[in-house]
């Protein structure tokens, strides 16, 4: 799993985002067919760190400046999911982003 933070560059929004101020961080996540052939598995996993981040990161405020990209990596469609969350709170903790 690869983490990278950038700060917000709201000229790649869409013009109706570039008006909202941001709450909280924007978060992507990229889940490529490497990790799983099966859609049905890739958005699973997706939906599951959808909500990991939200719970992590929602109330954040301090964090509305930053853009949070998440790129899983072949191996783990191997790993339980578990393992893979406590990896993503392992990245987002050293990042400084942890609660």
Not at 45 to 52: A, N, P, V, Y
Not at 72 to 99: F, M, N, W
Request: charged share 30%.
């Amino acid at each position: 799993m690869v983490l990278r933070v950038m700060q917000e560059e709201s000229r790649y929004l869409r013009p109706e985002l570039r008006r909202q101020p941001p709450q909280t961080c924007r978060c992507a996540l990229v889940i490529s067919n490497k990790v799983s052939k099966r859609s049905v598995r890739r958005n699973k996993l997706r939906r599951m760190f959808h909500e990991h981040l939200r719970q992590r990161l929602e109330h954040r405020r301090d964090l509305s400046e930053l853009w949070v990209l998440i790129s899983l990596r072949p191996e783990a469609s191997a790993a339980e999911p578990s393992q893979l969350l406590e990896e993503c709170d392992s990245l987002l903790s050293s990042a400084g982003l942890g609660t």
